[in-house]
């Protein structure tokens, strides 16, 4: 428990993998209590938000009451660079993309996008996170990746109309 808090806010830009927040609290004691990479649930307009704590600040400017703010972030940032172990690994065998992303991360992802099966050692990755695994395999999709307010990441395709000469639309490649 943070105790009171003053105001909050949280976003996501578009194309980020993230949300990302701040809160300013009022509780001294509570404030102290809060560590890093704190999991927190911040619940704002009906929506719960899984989240955890980035950072946090006290500034004070003279005889003004102390300012203490929270900075807050999806737990997906734990598959990023400094907190991930970078990866090195090779699919020797045949692997379908969804099975490939969920084992760099080491969870359940939801995917919204088509699943293939990758040939066998055509993927493999030098010192990425694995985030960057998943990206990586969206994006051979045209998909992206953003976390869901759960703290689920979520592959999703983003929706292009391809057309071929003559202007016809190839309806198994939109989605």
Do not use: Y
């Amino acid at each position: 428990m943070i105790g009171s808090v003053i105001s909050a806010t949280i976003s996501q830009a578009e194309q980020d993998f993230a949300w990302s927040g701040t809160l300013e609290v009022t509780n001294q004691a509570s404030f102290q209590r809060i560590r890093i990479n704190d999991p927190m649930d911040l619940e704002l307009g009906g929506e719960t938000f899984k989240l955890m704590v980035d950072n946090k600040t006290l500034e004070r400017d003279g005889v003004g009451m102390p300012r203490r703010t929270v900075s807050v972030v999806s737990p997906s940032v734990r598959f990023t660079t400094p907190r991930a172990v970078s990866l090195d690994r090779v699919w020797d065998d045949p692997v379908w993309a969804r099975d490939a992303a969920e084992e760099a991360v080491g969870e359940a992802i939801q995917w919204d996008l088509v699943n293939w099966l990758i040939t066998g050692g055509r993927l493999a990755v030098h010192e990425a996170s694995p985030l960057d695994v998943v990206r990586t395999i969206a994006g051979a999709a045209g998909g992206l990746v953003e976390s869901l307010p759960n703290g689920t990441l979520r592959e999703f395709g983003i929706g292009f109309q391809w057309q071929c000469q003559g202007g016809r639309r190839l309806p198994w490649i939109t989605s």
